[in-house]
Nanobody
């Protein structure tokens, strides 16, 4: 069982920055693929960013160039640095972990590929 706890959400003005953190339990964190997803009011949960066990990263087009995902395996923590925030980034942000290695690019993007989820942290960007 892997537990994920997100933190770092809050209210920020457009153009501002936030850094989200996700602390994970488990002795083999370095082998997990870790993703960030988000869900805006009235919308489905969507992929934002992922970092594989080897450090490969993928981003949704909507956040590319503004968000950076990283991990610290010594701290069992994954981060999402969010810069140049826009009102449309307002959402609950969820951390997710996959304990199985991915074979295909599409695996990284699918909600169903992930075994464990955090409780989410609210990010609100005001205009």
């Amino acid at each position: 069982q892997v537990q994920l706890v997100e933190s770092g959400g809050g209210l920020v003005q457009a153009g501002g920055s936030l850094r989200l953190s996700c602390a994970a339990s488990g002795r083999t964190f370095s082998s997990y693929s870790m993703g960030w997803f988000r869900q805006a009011p009235g919308k489905e949960r969507e992929f934002a960013a992922v970092i594989g066990s080897g450090g490969i990263t993928y981003y949704a087009d909507s956040v590319k160039g503004r968000f950076t995902i990283s991990r610290d395996n010594a701290k069992n923590t994954v981060y999402l640095q969010m810069n140049s925030l826009k009102p449309e980034d307002t959402a609950v942000y969820y951390c997710a972990a996959s304990v199985r290695p991915f074979r295909y690019y599409s695996d990284y993007l699918r909600l169903g590929s992930y075994n464990y989820w955090g409780q989410g942290t609210q990010v609100t960007v005001s205009s």
